[in-house]
């Protein structure tokens, strides 16, 4: 069974940082692209980053280019997103997907509240 | 930029009924479309990608049309738990992007 667990959010100030993990299970990890989705309160789905299966290729949303960054551990089953220069606008629920096109398996997600 | 526009934003609609939603891309995205299933505090599900190829599992009930710009999910007769949130989402060019949703609710 495919599983992916989303942690590591939380409170945060404005400017300040997070990183966020996804643990794969249930699939050959390092077969797959992956990417993060967030929703913030209330609102539609956003895609915000992607990475290739070896990490050789990256994209992500104009709006965190620059101050996110999406990386993998192929041997940990695992995917990370690292946050900085965090605003409040970046506030929402943070999903890790499989996939690049579309998304079939979607963790639980975890919260990201940007706060003073 | 491709922008996702679906419509209406929400409606009601009753147990059996044959429902609508439409999706409008800002330029053609052939059929790179996916649509998706949302209920309250859970993941989206995947229901349809490749514009009209029902995802495993999916109930033959749901059905996607369209290509190029304009597109259509139908439930052809609704169900209780299909009352939820539904989104479309373009992977014809980055960055990927979704409609803004359209809320399923009881009448």
């Known amino acids: 069974e495919v599983q992916l667990v989303e942690s590591g959010g939380g409170l945060v100030q404005p400017g300040g940082s997070l990183r966020l993990s996804c643990a794969a299970s249930?699939?050959?990890?390092?077969?797959?692209?992956m990417s993060w989705v967030r929703q913030a309160p209330g609102k539609g789905l956003e895609w915000v980053a992607n990475?290739?299966?070896?990490?050789?290729?990256?994209y992500y949303v104009d709006s965190v280019k620059g101050r996110f960054t999406i990386s993998r551990d192929n041997a940990k089953n695992s995917l990370y997103l690292q946050m900085n220069s965090l605003r409040a606008e970046d506030t929402a629920v943070y999903y890790c997907?499989?996939?690049?096109?579309?998304?079939?398996?979607w963790g639980q997600g975890t919260l990201v509240t940007v706060s003073s | 930029a491709i922008r996702m526009t679906q419509s209406p934003s929400s409606f009601s609609a009753s147990t059996g009924d044959r429902v609508t939603i439409t999706c409008r891309a800002s330029?053609?995205?052939?059929?790179?479309l996916a649509w998706y299933q949302q209920k309250p505090g859970k993941a989206p599900k995947l229901l349809i990608y490749?514009?009209?190829t029902l995802q495993s599992g999916v109930p033959s009930r749901f059905s996607g049309s369209g290509s190029g710009t304009d597109f259509t999910l139908t439930i052809s007769c609704l169900q209780s738990e299909d009352f939820a949130t539904y989104y479309c989402?373009?992977?014809?060019?980055?960055?990927?992007?979704f409609g803004g949703g359209t809320k399923v609710e009881i009448k």
């Open positions: 997907a499989r996939g690049t096109i579309f998304f079939g398996y």
């Open positions: 249930g699939f050959t990890f390092s077969s797959y692209w």
């Open positions: 990475i290739k299966q070896d990490g050789s290729e990256k």
């Open positions: 330029q053609g995205i052939s059929s790179y």
């Open positions: 490749a514009a009209s």
């Open positions: 989402q373009q992977y014809y060019s980055y960055p990927r992007s």
